[in-house]
Every structure is written in C-alpha cells, then in structure tokens.
C-alpha cells in the first residue's frame, strides 16, 4: 500500500468508514506519512538563549530516532537567529559538531 491510493472520508458520518487495516501497518506509508506530516511543520527547537551571543552555533536533531534531521541554530552578527541544515550540500558532512561561538561559516 501506498500514500497514491485514494483515502477519502465521507461527508456523511452514517456512511464514513475507518482506514483499512493496512494503512496502520504498512511501513511504506508510514515513511511516507513521516515526512509529509512532521518534515513542514513548526517544531520546538530550543529558547533562543541557546544561541544568546552573536555567532554562536547550537547542532541538534529534529525528532531524533524519528526524522533524524541534523540542523543547526545560528545568531549572526546583526542579531537575528537562523535555523539551517547542518549538513553540507557539497560534501554531505556534517558543519557543526557541538555547540560553539564562531567567527565565521562556509
């Protein structure tokens, strides 16, 4: 089973079934549903104190044993906080490896 079969609810409560017992189990959809679910969404990633002094750098991962995205907290230089990937796009290695204060990132 696959997140490209048609789920529908009907309108009308009388006529509204459940999801058929696969959907529960198919690892297939919950990988899917992983991603489109919780990847978009808002998460609580920590109190901006975390990262209180400009150029500070707090890694972390985002549901860890769940989505286990490395990403990375950042305050640049006018103050502002950022969240990025904390993984190189060129290389595929991981930026940061603990919480630090920098001069700079490339």
Not at 37 to 62: E, N, Q
Request: charged letters at 25%.
């Amino acid at each position: 089973m696959s997140l490209k079969t048609k789920f529908t609810i009907d309108p009308d409560i009388a006529k509204a079934e459940t999801m058929p017992a696969e959907f529960y189990r198919s690892s297939e959809v919950y990988e899917q549903l992983k991603s489109k679910l919780f990847a978009k969404c808002w998460h609580f990633a920590g109190d901006s104190d975390i990262v209180k002094i400009p150029g500070s750098v707090y890694p972390f991962t985002l549901l860890e044993g769940y989505l286990n995205e490395p990403l990375l907290l950042t305050r640049d230089r006018e103050d502002k906080v950022h969240c990025l990937s904390n993984v190189c796009t060129h290389r595929g290695n991981i930026l940061v490896e603990g919480a630090d204060v920098v001069q700079n990132m490339r």
